[in-house]
């Protein structure tokens, strides 16, 4: 088989996450849900109750009370923060995995992804259109989950990617990537949720967060919210290997984020302040 249809068969071979991430997700798709659909959910699964809870009692959300129910978990965390943490749960073994084609060592897509997740989280908040703040932690913790797949084709070739981006005879690593193995981390990630059935939004901020530009108009927003997660994760020192701050900032993102240089600063803080308690809280 080529590469490209090796590719293809470990993305049909890739295990999907926790089927009640989607129930949920489809869901709060119907305009007409309830609070209590979503609870009833989350309380069927023994596991993701647990963690909803220990999510909301972190202190990341903290309010000075214990939170004892779902019900008040999910009012104070947002729906699809709930979806985050029961994909980020069901999935931790693939984020833990080493990337031996980025050179990057066992747990680094892991810290990467959460500090994203973080990231965009608080960037929603700047967004010119409607961004879910828990969408756009869910999309951050996604968006390079194609690492997971194409690193293995990638091995090998990590020196050569490098010095294509260092002297600027590919535009950035993912052109590097698709002189390698004839695709890239973003097109993977984009074919593998498809396969699993997230909704289109989800989709396209994987396969265009390092190419916003390129998104259909109506998702934007929160394209460029990611795009800039990512950045502000590689900036703080999380990447992951070979092909950290090897991508350009797309500075049309001030035309969907009113956010200045040190609100930046603040997120950078946030999400150092953040990352430790959340992560032990979703890996414990």
């Not at 097109?187 to 390129?214: F, N």
Request: net charge negative.
């Amino acid at each position: 088989m080529s590469i490209i249809e090796q590719i293809t068969q470990r993305i049909k071979e890739h295990p999907l996450p926790s089927m009640v991430a989607f129930e949920i997700l489809k869901t709060i798709e119907d305009e007409d849900h309830s609070l209590k659909d979503v609870v009833k959910l989350v309380e069927n699964d023994a596991s993701l109750t647990s963690e909803v809870l220990k999510m909301a009692n972190s202190a990341a959300y903290y309010r000075g009370q214990p939170v004892t129910t779902i019900s008040r978990s999910v009012l104070l965390m947002g729906e699809m923060m709930v979806v985050g943490v029961a994909i980020c749960v069901s999935t931790s073994i693939i984020y833990q995995m080493p990337l031996d084609g980025y050179e990057s060592p066992e747990g680094e897509l892991w810290d990467h992804s959460l500090r994203s997740a973080i990231a965009c989280r608080e960037l929603a908040k700047f967004t010119k259109g409607k961004v879910n703040p828990g969408l756009a932690f869910t999309a951050g913790l996604l968006h390079d989950i194609g690492k997971s797949i194409i690193s293995e084709f990638l091995v090998g070739s990590t020196k050569e990617m490098t010095d294509l981006c260092a002297s600027r005879e590919a535009a950035d690593y993912i052109e590097a990537e698709r002189r390698a193995v004839g695709t890239d981390h973003c097109e993977v990630g984009y074919t593998l949720v498809q396969k699993w059935g997230l909704p289109e939004m989800l989709c396209l901020a994987l396969r265009d967060h390092h190419h916003p530009s390129k998104t259909e108009n109506q998702y934007k927003h929160l394209v460029y919210t990611v795009h800039l997660g990512d950045i502000i994760s590689m900036l703080g020192g999380a990447g992951t290997g070979s092909d950290s701050l090897a991508y350009t900032v797309d500075n049309e993102y001030e035309q969907y984020l009113n956010i200045q240089k040190d609100e930046l600063s603040l997120i950078l803080l946030k999400v150092e302040e953040d990352f430790t308690e959340l992560k032990e809280t979703l890996m414990s």
